[in-house]
Nanobody, 126 residues
């Protein structure tokens, strides 16, 4: 069982930067993927980036490639999402989630995750 808590959201002007953190507690016996997702007002939840503990494989949504970077500390206690060149369309509630390795095909697919932390709000103003 892994417990997740996202933090670091806030209000930022377009072109600015934010660093989101996903703090993990508890433990797992096997490898897993950790993903970042966001949900804009009135829209479906969207996969942003994910990383696998088994091989470090990383994926990004096309909309954030070159602007966002996912990373973690050495023991996976914290997973980060560094966000640069933020745009108004990046506005939304950002969530981190975890799914066991082997239980998913696409780590950017929110429906494949079984454990979610509380979201943190990111608002990008123009």
């Amino acid at each position: 069982e892994v417990q997740l808590q996202a933090s670091g959201g806030g209000l930022v002007q377009a072109g600015g930067s934010l660093r989101l953190s996903c703090a993990a507690s508890g433990s797992t016996l096997d490898d897993y993927a950790i993903g970042w997702f966001r949900q804009a007002p009135g829209k479906e939840r969207e996969g942003i980036s994910c990383i696998s503990t088994s091989d470090g494989d990383i994926a990004y949504a096309d909309s954030v490639k070159g602007r966002f970077t996912i990373g973690s500390d050495n023991n996976w206690k914290t997973v980060y999402l560094q966000m640069h060149k933020l745009k108004p369309e990046d506005t939304g509630v950002y969530y981190c989630a975890v799914v066991p390795e082997g239980d998913y095909n696409d780590c950017l697919d929110a429906s494949e995750y079984d454990s979610w932390g509380q979201g943190t709000l990111v608002t990008v103003s123009s």
